[in-house]
């Protein structure tokens, strides 16, 4: 009896955990709301995957989520501009509720890249160059400088 309880007691101890895992899916749709619908994945599936797509500029930008079980973990972020493909992995039950989120980060990214040559723009039509930090200098004293010949004016 005793030799039957320790041997018990080992079994136990080396088994492994049988749980299932399940993750949220659903394929090509435009929201995450209409990825709700929640799968037991198989035994040999130990990933949920969301892969957020989008394609587009502006008012014409078109947005993609598919989530499903996975046997393997293939990260990616890929931005392509006007196109940009994320795919995040997790391994617990019901992990990949949220979209991807480096897609999204990367439009802010974009943004900021927008706006800071919008202002290079601006500083170099008003005459001041971006890229020489004396150049205020430049502008407001070329003001005062006597012209190299005199031409003549006419009224």
Known sequence: MKAFLIALLAAVLCAERASSLFCYTCDNEHS????LKTYKCEDH?????????????????????????????????????????????????LCNFSGANSVKISYAVMLLGIVASLVCVIRAASGILPWLPFSIDLVASSSSRKPLHNAPRYA
């Open 45 to 93: 599936e130990k990933y949920c995957i969301t892969t957020y797509s989008t394609s587009g500029f502006g008012k014409d930008t078109g947005y993609r989520i598919t989530k499903k079980c996975s046997a393997d973990c293939p990260e990616t972020n890929m931005n392509f501009g006007v196109a940009a493909i994320s795919t995040k992995c997790c391994g617990t039950s």
């Open 32 to 35: 995450n709301w209409n990825c």
